[in-house]
């Protein structure tokens, strides 16, 4: 079982996820593998050197990146559950972002399984950024103004995906983590 965890930059999805985590193992006693994207050292690097000059180029390495961690993922069968931090509806919400087709962005992740369930944490932007560490590479006002187009973007997404379930992230917590309970109990029941 797939559980994707998505949201803009300091939405809170990696304390999600091992708070998640937790809680499967201890009181559901699931085998629970947590991973994330971008997965490899080698296509992060090349990233992090070429891709942000080129949305196309970044579109194509993160989707790289993903058929390599999904190559990896098909092979952790000891697992119950496995929970990805972030997956492609990363792809699809930042790179349209930047200006790259929404539909050429499906067409070249097409060939990925759709997470059972995906667990979207919706925020404002200038509430997420006031969470994010203060060493982060980008400019701040160029950031600013393209997680809201990424925030947009993902509840766009929302509309047409019946798996995916949003949970207000300004929320304490506490608050979010139970809701995001919730949805997988609902789904592991
Ligand atoms: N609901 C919440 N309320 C307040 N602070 C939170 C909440 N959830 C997470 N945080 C805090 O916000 C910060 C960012 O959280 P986290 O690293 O989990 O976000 P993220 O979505 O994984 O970020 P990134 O995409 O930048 O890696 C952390 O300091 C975390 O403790
Ligand atoms: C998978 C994926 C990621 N990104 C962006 C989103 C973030 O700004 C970074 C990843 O860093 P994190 O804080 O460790 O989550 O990369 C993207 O633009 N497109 C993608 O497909």
Redesign the pocket.
Known sequence: MLIAIE???????????KELKKWLENEKKKKVLLTAEPFTEEISKLIQEEGWKDPVTLTLLFSADRGVHVNWIMKQNQYDIIIT??YYYSTIAYQSAMGIDKNWIIEVNKFFPKPELTLL?DIPAEI?IT???KD?KFNFKEKLSLLKKVRENYLEITKNENSIKIIN?????E??LSEAKNYVEELIS
């Open positions: 949201g803009i930059d300091g939405s809170g999805k990696t304390t999600l996820a931090d972030r944490l997420a969470r994010i560490k982060d992230s300004t929320k304490t917590f608050e979010v």
